[in-house]
């Protein structure tokens, strides 16, 4: 009764599997070139390519989805710019850049900081405050390293 014999519309019986691509017609973009530099990031060119092509796309959101009026989405886009900026860290060998770029990814939490209503976004809140701690803590221990190795001591890192 239930394995018949008639074909289904795609041409297929019943006992056949169906295919693991059910859209094969579907004409899908090609993925940005981007896309392949995100994903093997072995090089510092490649990283700053990645970084540059992410800063100019967060930047024409960040025009559109303002603080303003798009509070959550915009807070995702600040966020994703400090992950764009953390993935140029394992290519810094100087850790002034490096303290540098922890202050930039700080900076970029700074405003939303200080303009959300706190009781209205506590989620958003904490975890902003959670980042600036944590990016402030890294370029902490960076400066400690830094006076060690000028002291003549060894640093830790």
């Known amino acids: 009764a239930l394995a018949r014999?008639?074909?289904?519309?795609?041409?297929?019986?019943?006992a056949?599997?169906?295919?693991?691509?059910?859209?094969?017609?579907?004409?899908?973009?090609?993925?940005?070139?981007a896309a392949s530099l995100a994903a093997e990031q072995r090089t510092a060119a490649s990283a700053k390519e990645v970084y540059r092509l992410g800063?100019?796309?967060?930047?024409?959101?960040?025009?559109?989805l303002v603080l303003d009026g798009f509070v959550t989405d915009h807070c995702a886009i600040l966020n994703l710019e400090?992950?764009?900026?953390?993935?140029?860290?394992?290519?810094?060998?100087?850790?002034?850049?490096?303290?540098?770029?922890?202050?930039?990814r700080a900076d970029l939490l700074a405003v939303p900081l200080a303009q959300l209503n706190e009781d209205a976004y506590v989620q958003?809140?904490?975890?902003?405050?959670?980042?600036?701690?944590?990016f402030r803590s890294e370029a902490l221990e960076l400066k400690e390293a830094l006076l060690k190795v000028s002291q003549g001591d060894r640093p830790f890192l």
Do not use: C, N, W
């Open 5 to 14: 014999a008639d074909p289904l519309p795609d041409g297929r019986s019943l």
């Open 55 to 64: 800063a100019a796309h967060a930047a024409r959101a960040k025009g559109f």
């Open 82 to 104: 400090t992950s764009l900026l953390a993935g140029l860290l394992p290519f810094e060998d100087h850790p002034g850049r490096k303290m540098a770029i922890h202050k930039r």
């Open 124 to 134: 958003l809140y904490r975890q902003a405050l959670y980042d600036v701690a944590s």
């Open 16 to 33: 056949e599997p169906p295919s693991p691509l059910p859209f094969v017609g579907l004409p899908l973009p090609q993925p940005h070139p």
